[in-house]
């Protein structure tokens, strides 16, 4: 007996369809992704750099 999910009136999604879909979806999920991975790591110097500029920033200032 085939198990099957109705989502609305129009769609049915069987077992066998959800665990193909399922199973994609994992594998996308640990797929390594070149660009996410610069662009995060792009955001995390920028983000040091920006620290780095204010606290150097506070040092110079003159006292009042």
């Not at 009136?9 to 660009?35: G, I, N, Y």
């Not at 610069?38 to 003159?62: D, I, M, N």
Request: hydrophobic residues 50%.
């Amino acid at each position: 007996m085939l198990a099957m999910t109705n989502l609305n009136t129009s769609f049915v999604l069987t077992d066998e369809l959800e665990r193909q879909l399922m199973l994609e979806a994992m594998e996308e999920q640990f797929r390594p992704h070149p660009l996410r991975a610069l662009f995060a790591g792009l955001r995390k110097l920028a983000r040091a750099a920006q620290a780095a500029g204010k606290t150097a920033g506070a040092e110079t200032a003159p006292a009042a």
